[in-house]
């Protein structure tokens, strides 16, 4: 009975140290990339801003050759959805919608994962000149993880495990625009 007793001490105070811990530790996360690209910055956003382009460079979208991909609204203006589905679980089911656009600069879009798990994140690709034929893109991807699950954000290592593929996606961008 006392052993029993002992292992609930000890299993109340692990999880209130957990709980605790979690309470203190941040809760939201950024990850951004980016990439010179040899071409004009206006030829580059004009080819980001529309999401049906996004998925010829994005990892994501490379990952299942099956995946199953809806738009809808006008294409790379406010409002347009890309919406997919794949049986692939770093792919699951989601969307993305523009939600803003400065022109020739920065394209801002909300992202809406319904499976594996039903979340939510920002993100946003922009364009900045170098010089005329040369520009710096950026992508980046920010996100909320709520309490007490944000215990686990340092074990994600969101910024190696997101911005990965980010660096792939932009290099994916770099060939595509390059060989125009």
């Known amino acids: 009975m006392i052993f029993i007793k002992r292992i609930l001490v000890i299993l109340i105070l692990f999880i209130s140290i957990v709980l605790i811990t ?9 990850v951004e990339r980016e ?20 998925n010829e460079f994005s990892i994501w979208a490379n990952m299942d050759p099956k995946m199953k991909v809806h738009y809808r609204g006008i294409d790379g203006m406010i409002g347009s959805v890309c919406s997919w589905e794949s049986d692939v ?44 034929n040369q520009t710096k893109v950026k992508w980046g991807i920010s ?11 340092p074990l994600l290592r969101m910024d190696q495990m997101i911005g990965n593929d980010l660096q792939k996606g932009l290099e994916n961008l770099k060939d595509k625009m390059e060989k125009k």
């Open 35 to 54: 990439i010179t690209i040899n071409k004009p910055a206006d030829s580059i956003f004009k080819y980001v801003r529309s999401l049906k382009n996004q």
């Open 143 to 153: 996100g909320t993880i709520p309490y007490p699950t944000n215990i686990m954000l």
């Open 22 to 30: 979690a309470y203190f530790m941040p809760k939201e996360y950024s």
């Open 89 to 132: 679980k770093e792919v699951g089911v989601g969307e993305q919608e523009i939600t803003k656009i400065t022109e020739n600069r920065r394209l801002d879009f909300a992202l809406r994962f319904k499976k594996p798990l039903d979340d939510t994140a920002v993100g946003f690709m922009s364009t900045e000149p170098i010089s005329e």
